[in-house]
T-cell receptor, first 112, second 113 residues
Framework: SQKIEQNSEALNIQEGKTATLTCNYT??????LQWYRQDPGRGPVFLLL?????KEKRKERLKVTFDTTLKQSLFHITASQPADSATYLC???????????FGKGTRLSVIA | NAGVMQNPRHLVRRRGQEARLRCSPM?????VYWYRQLPEEGLKFMVY????????ESGMPKERFSAEFPKEGPSILRIQQVVRGDSAAYFC???????????FGSGTRLTVV
């Protein structure tokens, strides 16, 4: 069955460092992959979408890579800030009328 | 544009009652998705609708749960004869078409007592 694994439930890093979150998937050949941020008590917020023919995508301090051979996406936040503390969710997806299936998320804490 | 509007934000129901959760998608979005989230758990897909059509309901329990997205008005997720295990946060999301990021609402927190 399809499986999405996000590294460690919680990740603590020091302010100013680069946070790297991992999303691995099995029994999947997604056409694209999305990353979301969720704060406690709130709905997820869309951050980035990367397609299978794109190796890397950037948006401000965020960078996402997508390796279809390794079946893995890496999500980087450079120059991390305490305001980046949240749970980050990945969602690999097929094209067509296929709703997103989310990983359990990684809770990131950036310590000042 | 007010974003995806869900109401109520909090809903308390006694066991056996019905719960109705409403979702108004963003203007111009014709795809609506419902998800359930338990404390410390991930988002679980329930149902995907387009106007007047259910596209995928594979995540929705066959009994007691139903969803609709009528031509006019919000999408409704209906839970009949609620049980304690239905207590969760229910999120609605919308998108303008496939392969776009979803816009989520703030959720409805259902508590069954």
């Amino acid at each position: 069955s399809q499986k999405i694994e996000q590294n460690s439930e919680a990740l603590n890093i020091q302010e100013g460092k680069t946070a790297t979150l991992t999303c691995n998937y099995t029994n999947y050949s997604p056409a694209y992959l999305q990353w979301y941020r969720q704060d406690p008590g709130r709905g997820p917020v869309f951050l980035l979408l990367i397609r299978e023919n794109e190796k890397e995508k950037r948006k401000e301090r965020l960078k996402v890579t997508f390796d279809t051979t390794l079946k893995q996406s890496l999500f980087h936040i450079t120059a991390s800030q305490p305001a980046d503390s949240a749970t980050y969710l990945c969602a690999p997806s097929y094209s067509g009328n296929t709703p997103l299936v989310f990983g359990k998320g990684t809770r990131l804490s950036v310590i000042a | 544009n007010a974003g995806v509007m869900q109401n109520p934000r909090h809903l308390v129901r006694r066991r056996g009652q019905e719960a109705r959760l409403r979702c108004s998608p963003m203007k111009g979005h014709s795809h609506v998705y419902w998800y359930r989230q338990l404390p410390e758990e991930g988002l679980k897909f329930m149902v995907y609708l387009q106007k007047e059509n259910i596209i995928d309901e594979s995540g929705m329990p066959k009994e007691r749960f139903s969803a609709e997205f009528p031509k006019e008005g919000p999408s409704i997720l209906r839970i009949q004869q609620v049980v304690r295990g239905d207590s969760a946060a229910y999120f609605c999301a919308s998108s303008p078409q496939e392969e776009y990021g979803y816009t989520f609402g703030s959720g409805t927190r259902l508590t069954v007592v």
